[in-house]
């Protein structure tokens, strides 16, 4: 924690933890709204979810598990819901930095829809797998058995990687709700108030 001093003269605490994790996801949400951005531009303007689907026939979408199918038609708008939750994150973020509450409260949101995405992914991950596993019934053993030494591999970094993550978003959340760190961000509200009123009081001046 350290201390800042306000133009009025009014000191501030502020927790590293807070600047630290603000800076970090200005890093990372300003480099991914940037690449999300251009893989929009890119998508509407190289392919469509119509040329990409002609690319397969009907039997080849059939077999598809039901969720991918899903994220492959509507890939347009997948990445367009990337680009938007990394531009709010990264405005959220530069709130946070400022101590803005709204921002405090939209980085919780965020963090969230994190841990639910990171929960929802092992569903997917669990709903394609029974699809992809399907073979022809003169497929070679030895194929079948790296297969499921593959699949058995990616589970366990699926479930290691989203609940890490998980875990990870919780914690910052738990952090943001503490008492002590969301009374940094109302009394940086209460102290710019204070100004306000300051400047409009007896003492000011109009010309």
């Not at 800076?23 to 251009?38: E, K, R, V």
């Not at 910052?172 to 009374?183: F, H, N, S, V, Y």
Request: aromatic share 12%.
């Amino acid at each position: 924690m350290n201390s800042l001093t306000d133009n009025a003269g009014i000191t501030q605490e502020r927790f590293t933890f807070v600047t630290v994790l603000a800076w970090i996801f200005i890093a990372l949400t300003g480099f991914s709204t940037l690449i999300t951005g251009l893989q929009n531009v890119m998508i509407r303007l190289m392919f469509s979810s119509d040329q990409m689907r002609m690319q397969m026939s009907a039997e080849q979408l059939e077999r598809i598990p039901a969720v991918a199918r899903f994220m492959f038609e509507n890939m347009n708008l997948l990445f367009l819901g990337f680009f938007i939750v990394s531009a709010v994150t990264l405005i959220a973020s530069i709130g946070l930095l400022k101590r803005k509450n709204w921002a405090r409260l939209t980085f919780m949101g965020v963090m969230a829809l994190a841990i639910i995405w990171n929960i929802g992914g092992l569903v997917v991950h669990h709903s394609m797998i029974p699809g992809l596993a399907e073979f022809p019934h003169d497929t070679p053993a030895d194929f079948r058995d790296q297969f499921e030494t593959m699949r058995l591999v990616t589970t366990v970094a699926a479930y290691v990687f989203a609940l890490g993550f998980s875990a990870l978003f919780g914690w910052i959340l738990w952090k943001l709700t503490r008492r002590d760190i969301a009374g940094e961000f109302t009394r940086s509200r209460y102290a710019h108030k204070n100004r306000e009123s300051d400047s409009d009081g007896p003492g000011s001046t109009e010309t």
